[in-house]
């Protein structure tokens, strides 16, 4: 929960400055004002980069490093030495740079994206307009935007940016995940968002996933402090996870990579319950070594050491491509060669990341446990689970497709453990793109349907004694966690933000309580009455 006055991105400067040429007298101040706001722009991204962890904080660090990069300066100030005003200078040196980059190709070419980018923040600069892209507000704020890159989203601070509030994007885009992990309230698909201007005071309840435009301060205030005193007993759980009455349901972190690992550690999570590998390398133009990859993995095992972790296999495609994947050209990716599905046109790939995976375990001391995203059928989880044992590593598959959840009792027979992704689970379950705003009611994980195929799974695990965890955006949400352990789950596993929230809420019931959730839940008909009936049964 947040109040506080909007912020915008910037939007790039449309019109270029088409003034004359600089008198010769004034060109040395002009060539002045030119490093200084080359020097500026280069400030900023290393301070951002400071704040952010991971490949948000590689990104804006090797863009701050070319924001500073003498040959384009040089040129720029040739330009200026010769007659031409900064902005016309900064445009002409940023295409001769990209013309170049771009006949160069592969890595090369890739930055010239961030050369523009550079060119667009030092035109503002000198213009005087706001940084174009996500801007760093002097004071708390609530960001307001149509969309946001997952890398912005990274590197965003949350002491200045404590809300964010998007018009796209579904509630569980990785946009969204990524808000989360940084524990950020984040509501998307928000009607309405475009007209509300900069300053303008808003109330953003990341829970309840709504927005309110100037409300009324005092209750506004009233409702922040009630979130307060949430959040505070939130930090004081200390875990394990249980519920009131002792029945011990694991909560554990969701983590894509050592750092987020050793942030998690900042939490009473009792391991890792889902690692997702291939959030380390989206912007990877080859495949990583086995010997990177180990590096990788060893640090995350390092962060949890003596405890649970449970490593997800790479799962590209559909919204996460893997330029290294060759995934096919597919007019229906979510529906395509994603996930465990890619090891069937690359089996290499698969076979690498194993043998990273072990070399980690060994290395560290810690085996994970393996498991494959995108299982359809037993014969998939069978294929999977033979080549993880022989790696010496304990197989399990993810239930996220439907025909997985229906046939959970034979893909057991496979495997040792099942966790189940309810943001995939609820898109295929509902037909409905997770990422779409218009269908964001579809993919709701309160969805009798959705509830029903994650008891199947529940109940077959519970009937061969195998562990059943949920790992999908679910888990993170205190309510509906409770309801997961009243069908059956074993284990909980959520962005490390939400962890004490569940914990703290499961420990406030019982486990009959939250049966009698599970079962008012299963006999609902929409998700509205789901929610309503489980809020009752666990009050
Ligand atoms: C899920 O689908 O619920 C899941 C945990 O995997 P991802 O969100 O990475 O697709
Ligand atoms: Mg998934």
């Known amino acids: 929960m947040a109040y506080a006055p909007v912020i915008r991105p910037g939007r790039l400067p449309t019109s270029i400055d088409d003034a004359g040429d600089v008198a010769e007298p004034d060109r040395p101040a002009e060539a002045a004002r030119f490093d200084a706001a080359a020097s500026a722009v280069a400030t900023r991204l290393r301070d951002r980069a400071a704040h952010a962890t991971g490949a948000a904080s590689e990104v804006l660090a090797a863009t701050a490093t070319l924001a500073q990069d003498r040959a384009w300066l040089a040129a720029a100030e040739k330009r200026i030495a010769t007659g031409a005003p900064a902005v016309r200078a900064v445009i002409g040196a940023v295409d001769q740079f990209a013309e170049m980059f771009t006949k160069l190709g592969g890595l090369m070419a890739e930055r010239v994206t961030d050369l523009r980018d550079i060119r667009d923040r030092v035109i503002a600069e000198l213009n005087g ?315 709701d994980p309160w969805q009798p349907a959705v509830l029903t195929l994650v008891a199947m799974a529940a109940r077959a695990g519970a009937s061969v004694g195998k562990p059943v965890g949920v790992c999908g955006e679910a888990a993170a949400d205190p309510l509906l966690a409770c309801v997961l352990a009243g069908l059956g789950v074993t284990s909980l596993s959520a962005a490390a933000a939400a962890v004490q929230g569940v914990g703290a809420k499961l420990a406030q019931v019982s486990l009959q309580q939250c049966r009698d959730a599970a079962d008012a839940v299963l006999a609902a008909s929409t998700a509205a009455q789901a929610r309503a009936a489980a809020l009752s049964a666990l009050e």
């Open 129 to 443: 307009l706001p940084e174009p892209g996500v801007p760093m507000p002097a004071a708390p704020s609530i960001l307001c935007a149509d969309d946001l890159a997952p890398a912005d989203t990274a590197g965003l601070d949350p002491t200045l940016v404590v809300a964010l509030a998007t018009t796209l994007g579904g509630p569980t885009s990785h946009t969204a995940i990524i808000a989360r992990q940084l524990g950020i309230p984040c509501v998307v698909a928000v009607e309405g968002l475009d007209a509300v201007e900069a300053g303008t005071m808003v109330l953003v309840d990341g829970t309840a996933g709504t927005v309110i435009v100037t409300p009324d301060s005092a209750s506004a205030d009233q409702a922040v402090e009630a979130a307060r005193q949430d959040a505070e007993r939130a930090a004081g759980w200390s875990g394990p996870g249980a519920t009131s009455d002792g029945h011990a349901v694991a909560v554990l972190a969701n983590v894509q990579d050592g750092a987020a690992a050793r942030a998690a550690r900042d939490t009473a999570a009792e391991g890792i319950g889902l690692f997702r590998t291939e959030l380390c390398f989206l912007n990877r133009e080859t495949e990583p070594t086995v010997d990177e990859q180990t590096d990788i993995y060893a640090e995350v095992l390092d962060a949890f050491a003596g405890h649970k972790v449970v490593v997800r296999t790479l799962d590209a495609g559909s919204d996460k491509p893997l330029k290294f994947a060759e995934h096919p050209n597919e007019a229906n990716p979510a529906l395509g060669v994603r996930g465990i599905r890619v090891a069937g046109i690359n089996p290499a790939l698969l076979d690498r990341q194993l043998e990273a995976i072990a070399a980690a375990a060994k290395r560290t001391g810690n085996p994970p446990w393996v498991m494959a995203p995108m299982i359809a059928t037993a014969q998939e989880a069978e294929h999977f689970a033979a080549q993880v044992r022989s790696h010496g590593l304990t197989p399990g598959v993810m239930i996220e497709v439907p025909a997985a959840a229906l046939l959970a009792d034979r893909i057991l027979e496979h495997v040792d453990f099942l966790s189940i992704g309810t943001n995939d689970l609820a898109q295929y379950t509902m037909a409905a793109d997770r990422m779409s705003a218009e269908l964001a009611a579809l993919t």
